[in-house]
Protein backbone atom coordinates (compact mmCIF):
# COMPACT_ATOMS: atom_id res chain seq x y z
CA UNK A 1 0.00 0.00 0.00
CA UNK A 2 1.40 3.36 -1.23
CA UNK A 3 1.39 6.39 1.66
CA UNK A 4 0.41 9.88 0.05
CA UNK A 5 1.03 12.72 2.36
CA UNK A 6 -0.63 15.75 2.06
CA UNK A 7 0.48 19.26 3.64
CA UNK A 8 -2.18 21.32 4.01
CA UNK A 9 -5.77 20.77 5.14
CA UNK A 10 -7.71 23.96 3.05
CA UNK A 11 -10.28 23.22 0.29
CA UNK A 12 -7.77 21.39 -2.04
CA UNK A 13 -5.80 19.09 0.73
CA UNK A 14 -8.99 17.76 1.88
CA UNK A 15 -10.58 17.24 -1.64
CA UNK A 16 -7.48 15.60 -3.13
CA UNK A 17 -8.05 13.44 0.20
CA UNK A 18 -11.60 12.47 -0.23
CA UNK A 19 -10.34 11.27 -3.85
CA UNK A 20 -8.06 9.25 -2.85
CA UNK A 21 -9.85 7.81 -0.14
CA UNK A 22 -11.97 5.48 -2.39
CA UNK A 23 -9.17 3.66 -3.41
CA UNK A 24 -7.84 0.43 -1.66
CA UNK A 25 -4.36 1.29 -3.01
CA UNK A 26 -3.38 4.14 -0.70
CA UNK A 27 -2.93 5.22 2.99
CA UNK A 28 -3.26 9.16 3.58
CA UNK A 29 -1.75 11.21 6.42
CA UNK A 30 -2.92 14.96 6.23
CA UNK A 31 -0.63 17.02 7.61
CA UNK A 32 -1.52 20.57 9.31
CA UNK A 33 0.01 23.13 11.63
CA UNK A 34 -3.41 23.82 12.53
CA UNK A 35 -6.29 21.44 13.66
CA UNK A 36 -9.14 22.76 11.93
CA UNK A 37 -10.32 23.56 8.40
CA UNK A 38 -10.94 26.80 7.86
CA UNK A 39 -13.86 27.96 5.41
CA UNK A 40 -12.60 31.09 4.54
CA UNK A 41 -15.00 31.69 1.91
CA UNK A 42 -17.25 32.24 4.58
CA UNK A 43 -15.38 34.54 6.37
CA UNK A 44 -17.51 37.43 5.18
CA UNK A 45 -20.69 35.85 7.27
CA UNK A 46 -18.31 35.14 10.63
CA UNK A 47 -16.98 38.65 10.27
CA UNK A 48 -20.25 40.54 9.88
CA UNK A 49 -21.68 38.63 12.82
CA UNK A 50 -24.02 36.25 10.87
CA UNK A 51 -22.57 33.00 11.47
CA UNK A 52 -20.47 31.70 14.04
CA UNK A 53 -16.61 30.41 14.52
CA UNK A 54 -18.25 26.66 14.26
CA UNK A 55 -20.07 27.54 10.97
CA UNK A 56 -16.64 28.35 9.68
CA UNK A 57 -14.10 25.75 11.11
CA UNK A 58 -14.23 21.70 11.39
CA UNK A 59 -11.46 19.49 13.45
CA UNK A 60 -9.62 17.78 10.77
CA UNK A 61 -8.63 14.73 13.07
CA UNK A 62 -12.35 13.77 13.65
CA UNK A 63 -13.08 14.60 9.45
CA UNK A 64 -9.97 12.49 9.26
CA UNK A 65 -11.43 9.40 11.57
CA UNK A 66 -14.25 8.95 8.99
CA UNK A 67 -12.22 7.60 6.92
CA UNK A 68 -10.80 3.67 6.86
CA UNK A 69 -7.04 4.78 5.88
CA UNK A 70 -7.04 8.41 6.46
CA UNK A 71 -4.55 10.00 9.87
CA UNK A 72 -4.24 13.70 10.50
CA UNK A 73 -1.07 15.03 12.02
CA UNK A 74 -0.67 18.52 13.59
CA UNK A 75 2.65 19.45 13.05
CA UNK A 76 4.59 22.22 11.08
CA UNK A 77 6.34 20.87 7.93
CA UNK A 78 9.75 23.04 8.02
CA UNK A 79 11.79 21.03 5.16
CA UNK A 80 10.57 18.64 2.47
CA UNK A 81 13.07 15.94 0.74
CA UNK A 82 12.07 15.08 -2.52
CA UNK A 83 14.61 12.56 -3.27
CA UNK A 84 14.49 10.83 -0.15
CA UNK A 85 10.80 11.41 -0.13
CA UNK A 86 10.04 12.67 3.27
CA UNK A 87 9.22 16.00 5.14
CA UNK A 88 9.98 16.89 8.66
CA UNK A 89 9.03 19.44 11.12
CA UNK A 90 11.39 20.30 13.92
CA UNK A 91 10.98 17.28 15.75
CA UNK A 92 9.33 14.77 13.23
CA UNK A 93 9.88 13.30 9.92
CA UNK A 94 7.23 11.41 8.15
CA UNK A 95 8.04 9.27 4.82
CA UNK A 96 5.97 9.32 1.26
CA UNK A 97 5.43 7.26 -1.34
CA UNK A 98 3.38 10.28 -2.87
CA UNK A 99 3.59 14.41 -1.59
CA UNK A 100 0.56 17.05 -2.20
CA UNK A 101 1.75 20.32 -1.38
CA UNK A 102 -1.51 22.31 -0.43
CA UNK A 103 -0.42 24.89 1.88
CA UNK A 104 -2.59 27.66 0.44
CA UNK A 105 -1.16 31.65 0.71
CA UNK A 106 -1.15 33.99 2.86
CA UNK A 107 -1.89 38.11 2.53
CA UNK A 108 0.60 40.06 0.96
CA UNK A 109 0.89 43.14 3.36
CA UNK A 110 2.76 44.87 0.34
CA UNK A 111 5.93 46.41 2.01
CA UNK A 112 5.77 49.73 -0.52
CA UNK A 113 2.93 51.17 1.64
CA UNK A 114 3.99 51.90 4.90
CA UNK A 115 2.29 51.05 7.80
CA UNK A 116 0.20 48.49 5.96
CA UNK A 117 1.42 45.67 8.30
CA UNK A 118 1.62 47.06 11.21
CA UNK A 119 -2.42 48.83 10.91
CA UNK A 120 -4.67 46.81 9.06
CA UNK A 121 -5.90 42.89 9.33
CA UNK A 122 -6.08 39.92 6.63
CA UNK A 123 -8.49 37.34 6.87
CA UNK A 124 -6.41 34.87 5.24
CA UNK A 125 -6.32 32.71 8.64
CA UNK A 126 -9.17 32.39 11.55
CA UNK A 127 -7.22 33.99 13.80
CA UNK A 128 -7.37 37.40 11.83
CA UNK A 129 -10.95 36.58 10.90
CA UNK A 130 -12.01 36.81 15.09
CA UNK A 131 -10.17 39.90 15.36
CA UNK A 132 -12.13 41.97 12.76
CA UNK A 133 -14.46 40.69 14.29
CA UNK A 134 -14.10 41.96 17.40
CA UNK A 135 -13.33 45.28 16.25
CA UNK A 136 -16.67 45.27 13.95
CA UNK A 137 -18.92 44.09 17.00
CA UNK A 138 -16.97 46.90 19.52
CA UNK A 139 -18.29 49.87 16.76
CA UNK A 140 -21.28 48.37 16.67
CA UNK A 141 -21.26 48.56 20.71
CA UNK A 142 -19.94 51.96 20.41
CA UNK A 143 -22.64 53.25 18.46
CA UNK A 144 -25.43 51.67 20.79
CA UNK A 145 -23.67 53.00 23.67
CA UNK A 146 -23.07 56.61 22.67
CA UNK A 147 -24.87 59.30 24.25
CA UNK A 148 -27.06 62.06 22.22
CA UNK A 149 -23.88 64.53 22.56
CA UNK A 150 -21.80 61.86 20.39
CA UNK A 151 -24.35 61.35 18.13
CA UNK A 152 -23.56 62.75 14.36
CA UNK A 153 -19.38 61.52 14.73
CA UNK A 154 -18.91 59.12 11.90
CA UNK A 155 -16.94 55.97 12.19
CA UNK A 156 -15.39 54.74 8.61
CA UNK A 157 -14.39 51.53 8.22
CA UNK A 158 -11.55 50.34 5.72
CA UNK A 159 -12.11 47.50 3.50
CA UNK A 160 -8.20 47.53 1.16
CA UNK A 161 -8.65 45.15 -1.92
CA UNK A 162 -11.99 44.94 -4.11
CA UNK A 163 -11.67 41.58 -5.09
CA UNK A 164 -14.10 38.68 -4.02
CA UNK A 165 -12.92 38.79 -0.23
CA UNK A 166 -12.85 42.57 -0.05
CA UNK A 167 -16.49 42.85 -1.88
CA UNK A 168 -18.05 40.17 -0.21
CA UNK A 169 -16.89 41.39 4.08
CA UNK A 170 -17.94 44.94 2.82
CA UNK A 171 -21.72 44.06 1.11
CA UNK A 172 -21.73 41.77 4.77
CA UNK A 173 -21.06 44.92 6.66
CA UNK A 174 -22.80 47.32 5.24
CA UNK A 175 -26.15 45.10 4.93
CA UNK A 176 -25.47 44.39 8.86
CA UNK A 177 -25.11 48.20 9.40
CA UNK A 178 -28.86 48.72 7.62
CA UNK A 179 -30.40 46.10 9.55
CA UNK A 180 -28.57 47.41 12.82
CA UNK A 181 -30.79 51.13 11.96
CA UNK A 182 -33.80 49.10 13.24
CA UNK A 183 -32.36 48.92 16.70
CA UNK A 184 -29.78 51.44 17.39
CA UNK A 185 -31.87 54.06 15.38
CA UNK A 186 -29.77 56.87 12.99
CA UNK A 187 -26.30 55.92 14.83
CA UNK A 188 -26.10 53.05 12.73
CA UNK A 189 -26.04 55.31 9.73
CA UNK A 190 -23.41 57.30 11.12
CA UNK A 191 -20.13 54.26 10.27
CA UNK A 192 -19.34 54.24 6.22
CA UNK A 193 -17.81 50.91 5.05
CA UNK A 194 -14.93 52.02 2.40
CA UNK A 195 -13.88 49.82 -0.54
CA UNK A 196 -10.70 50.69 -1.65
CA UNK A 197 -8.65 49.48 -4.92
CA UNK A 198 -6.49 50.88 -7.34
CA UNK A 199 -7.43 49.39 -10.31
CA UNK A 200 -10.19 50.81 -12.38
CA UNK A 201 -13.16 48.86 -11.13
CA UNK A 202 -13.89 46.37 -8.65
CA UNK A 203 -13.46 42.59 -9.28
CA UNK A 204 -11.07 43.36 -11.79
CA UNK A 205 -10.64 40.51 -14.41
CA UNK A 206 -13.72 39.70 -14.15
CA UNK A 207 -17.08 40.03 -16.25
CA UNK A 208 -18.96 43.41 -17.29
CA UNK A 209 -22.02 41.47 -16.06
CA UNK A 210 -20.97 40.46 -12.38
CA UNK A 211 -18.75 44.05 -11.86
CA UNK A 212 -22.02 46.26 -12.91
CA UNK A 213 -24.38 43.93 -11.01
CA UNK A 214 -21.92 44.05 -8.01
CA UNK A 215 -21.55 47.61 -8.08
CA UNK A 216 -25.09 48.54 -8.33
CA UNK A 217 -25.69 45.85 -4.93
CA UNK A 218 -22.46 48.00 -3.17
CA UNK A 219 -24.01 51.32 -3.87
CA UNK A 220 -27.46 50.56 -2.81
CA UNK A 221 -26.77 48.72 0.42
CA UNK A 222 -24.39 52.26 1.23
CA UNK A 223 -20.86 50.99 0.45
CA UNK A 224 -18.42 53.78 -0.76
CA UNK A 225 -16.26 52.80 -3.57
CA UNK A 226 -13.08 53.92 -4.06
CA UNK A 227 -11.12 53.27 -7.01
CA UNK A 228 -7.93 54.05 -8.80
CA UNK A 229 -7.17 54.94 -5.24
CA UNK A 230 -3.69 54.51 -4.82
CA UNK A 231 -2.73 53.83 -0.91
CA UNK A 232 1.09 55.29 -0.42
CA UNK A 233 0.88 54.90 3.50
CA UNK A 234 -1.25 53.49 6.24
CA UNK A 235 -1.44 55.63 9.57
CA UNK A 236 -2.63 54.54 13.25
CA UNK A 237 -6.33 56.40 12.33
CA UNK A 238 -5.52 57.60 8.30
CA UNK A 239 -4.66 56.25 5.56
CA UNK A 240 -2.81 58.34 3.02
CA UNK A 241 -3.28 58.39 -0.94
CA UNK A 242 -0.55 58.78 -3.78
CA UNK A 243 -2.61 62.40 -4.65
CA UNK A 244 -2.63 64.17 -1.70
CA UNK A 245 -5.70 63.19 -0.17
CA UNK A 246 -6.32 61.34 3.34
CA UNK A 247 -8.76 59.60 4.82
CA UNK A 248 -9.75 58.71 8.67
CA UNK A 249 -10.79 55.36 9.67
CA UNK A 250 -11.43 53.22 12.74
CA UNK A 251 -10.17 49.87 11.46
CA UNK A 252 -8.76 48.22 7.95
CA UNK A 253 -8.78 45.14 6.90
CA UNK A 254 -6.11 44.01 3.95
CA UNK A 255 -7.61 41.75 1.13
CA UNK A 256 -5.70 43.58 -1.73
CA UNK A 257 -3.30 40.80 -2.54
CA UNK A 258 -1.36 37.25 -1.91
CA UNK A 259 1.99 35.35 -1.56
CA UNK A 260 2.07 31.66 -1.13
CA UNK A 261 2.90 30.24 2.02
CA UNK A 262 6.47 30.05 3.56
CA UNK A 263 7.06 26.71 2.91
CA UNK A 264 7.23 26.95 -0.61
CA UNK A 265 10.26 29.36 -0.24
CA UNK A 266 12.05 26.24 0.74
CA UNK A 267 11.43 24.45 -2.45
CA UNK A 268 13.98 24.72 -4.67
CA UNK A 269 11.63 24.57 -7.83
CA UNK A 270 10.45 27.48 -10.38
CA UNK A 271 8.51 30.09 -8.52
CA UNK A 272 6.54 33.93 -10.19
CA UNK A 273 6.86 37.21 -8.13
CA UNK A 274 5.00 36.23 -5.47
CA UNK A 275 6.47 32.71 -4.35
CA UNK A 276 3.80 30.63 -6.01
CA UNK A 277 5.20 27.19 -7.10
CA UNK A 278 5.39 27.44 -11.11
CA UNK A 279 4.36 23.31 -11.52
CA UNK A 280 4.15 21.18 -14.73
CA UNK A 281 1.30 21.06 -17.16
CA UNK A 282 0.35 17.74 -14.82
CA UNK A 283 0.58 20.01 -11.65
CA UNK A 284 3.83 18.35 -10.98
CA UNK A 285 7.08 19.72 -8.94
CA UNK A 286 10.10 20.09 -10.86
CA UNK A 287 11.39 17.12 -12.11
CA UNK A 288 9.79 14.86 -9.56
CA UNK A 289 7.03 13.13 -10.68
CA UNK A 290 5.68 11.63 -7.52
CA UNK A 291 5.08 15.19 -5.87
CA UNK A 292 2.47 17.59 -6.40
CA UNK A 293 1.21 21.38 -5.73
CA UNK A 294 -2.29 22.29 -5.75
CA UNK A 295 -4.84 25.13 -4.97
CA UNK A 296 -3.61 28.78 -4.30
CA UNK A 297 0.32 27.57 -3.56
CA UNK A 298 1.32 27.10 -7.17
CA UNK A 299 0.57 29.83 -10.21
CA UNK A 300 -2.49 28.74 -12.65
CA UNK A 301 -2.67 29.80 -16.16
CA UNK A 302 -6.10 28.88 -18.59
CA UNK A 303 -5.05 27.49 -21.77
CA UNK A 304 -5.22 31.32 -23.27
CA UNK A 305 -2.06 31.88 -21.00
CA UNK A 306 -4.42 34.49 -18.74
CA UNK A 307 -3.44 34.01 -14.91
CA UNK A 308 -6.52 32.87 -12.84
CA UNK A 309 -7.33 34.22 -9.18
CA UNK A 310 -6.76 31.86 -6.73
CA UNK A 311 -10.01 30.29 -5.33
CA UNK A 312 -11.21 27.68 -3.57
CA UNK A 313 -13.07 25.84 -6.62
CA UNK A 314 -9.74 26.25 -8.73
CA UNK A 315 -7.87 24.89 -4.90
CA UNK A 316 -11.00 21.66 -5.56
CA UNK A 317 -10.42 21.06 -9.39
CA UNK A 318 -6.28 20.93 -9.14
CA UNK A 319 -7.14 18.30 -5.92
CA UNK A 320 -9.47 16.59 -8.03
CA UNK A 321 -7.10 16.21 -11.08
CA UNK A 322 -3.77 15.44 -8.75
CA UNK A 323 -6.11 12.65 -6.81
CA UNK A 324 -7.16 10.99 -9.95
CA UNK A 325 -3.09 11.86 -11.59
CA UNK A 326 -1.52 9.44 -8.70
CA UNK A 327 -4.20 6.77 -9.23
CA UNK A 328 -3.62 6.63 -13.05
CA UNK A 329 -0.15 6.90 -12.24
CA UNK A 330 -0.36 4.12 -9.99
CA UNK A 331 -1.80 2.05 -12.89
CA UNK A 332 0.67 2.74 -15.53
CA UNK A 333 -1.34 5.74 -17.27
CA UNK A 334 -0.74 8.87 -18.35
CA UNK A 335 -2.99 11.49 -17.88
CA UNK A 336 -3.74 14.84 -20.12
CA UNK A 337 -2.66 17.85 -18.24
CA UNK A 338 -4.70 20.14 -15.98
CA UNK A 339 -7.74 21.97 -16.91
CA UNK A 340 -7.66 25.22 -15.73
CA UNK A 341 -10.64 26.21 -17.23
CA UNK A 342 -13.34 28.72 -14.20
CA UNK A 343 -16.79 27.27 -14.12
CA UNK A 344 -18.31 30.29 -12.60
CA UNK A 345 -18.20 32.65 -9.87
CA UNK A 346 -20.73 33.71 -7.35
CA UNK A 347 -20.76 37.03 -5.35
CA UNK A 348 -22.30 37.13 -1.65
CA UNK A 349 -23.35 40.92 -1.52
CA UNK A 350 -25.04 41.08 1.56
CA UNK A 351 -28.15 39.25 3.55
CA UNK A 352 -30.03 37.43 0.61
CA UNK A 353 -28.62 38.76 -2.50
CA UNK A 354 -25.94 37.50 -4.78
CA UNK A 355 -24.17 37.55 -8.27
CA UNK A 356 -23.70 34.81 -10.65
CA UNK A 357 -22.37 33.54 -13.41
CA UNK A 358 -21.67 30.17 -14.68
CA UNK A 359 -20.29 28.56 -17.59
CA UNK A 360 -19.78 31.88 -19.35
CA UNK A 361 -23.78 32.56 -20.28
CA UNK A 362 -25.52 31.39 -16.93
CA UNK A 363 -26.27 34.60 -15.48
CA UNK A 364 -28.64 35.40 -12.23
CA UNK A 365 -28.55 38.04 -9.64
CA UNK A 366 -30.66 38.61 -6.27
CA UNK A 367 -32.53 35.90 -4.02
CA UNK A 368 -31.98 33.07 -7.21
CA UNK A 369 -27.99 33.62 -7.07
CA UNK A 370 -28.44 33.81 -3.11
CA UNK A 371 -29.82 30.67 -3.13
CA UNK A 372 -27.91 28.81 -6.02
CA UNK A 373 -24.58 29.66 -3.90
CA UNK A 374 -25.64 29.04 -0.38
CA UNK A 375 -26.55 25.23 -1.77
CA UNK A 376 -23.19 24.84 -3.02
CA UNK A 377 -21.93 25.78 0.17
CA UNK A 378 -23.99 24.03 2.26
CA UNK A 379 -23.70 20.95 0.56
CA UNK A 380 -19.85 21.37 0.94
CA UNK A 381 -20.57 22.30 4.23
CA UNK A 382 -23.13 18.84 5.00
CA UNK A 383 -20.01 16.59 3.19
CA UNK A 384 -17.69 17.82 5.85
CA UNK A 385 -20.37 17.27 8.56
CA UNK A 386 -21.45 13.87 6.84
CA UNK A 387 -17.52 13.06 7.25
CA UNK A 388 -17.18 13.90 10.55
CA UNK A 389 -20.55 11.87 12.05
CA UNK A 390 -18.69 8.62 10.57
CA UNK A 391 -15.95 9.40 12.46
CA UNK A 392 -17.58 10.11 15.44
CA UNK A 393 -19.24 6.77 15.25
CA UNK A 394 -16.03 4.69 14.04
CA UNK A 395 -14.35 6.30 17.41
CA UNK A 396 -17.38 5.87 19.51
CA UNK A 397 -17.41 1.86 18.52
CA UNK A 398 -13.68 1.29 18.98
CA UNK A 399 -13.97 2.92 22.48
Known amino acids: MKRVVVIGGGYGGLRCIEGLAKSQDFEVVLVDLNPYHYLQTEAYAYIAGKSDVYDIAIDLESWCEGFERVTFVQMEVTKIDFKAQSIASEHKSISYDYLVVAVGARTNFFSFIDGLRKYSHGVKFLSKAYDFRKDFEAVLYEKLNASSSVTGQSINIAIGGAGLSGVEIAA ?37 YVIENTQKRLKKIGVKILTNAFISEVKEHTICFKDGSELEYHFMVFTGGIKAAPLTETIDAPKNRIGQLIVSEELQIAEYTNAFAIGDCIEIKDKNEKLLPPTAQMAERSAEYVSAHIKAQERGETPKAFDAAVMGLFVALGGSYAVGEMFGFIKVSGYKAYLLKKAITYAYYFGLKLRINTGYKNRKNIL
Open 172 to 208: EMAHTLNEYEKTIGKRAQEVNVYLIDASETILPGNSK
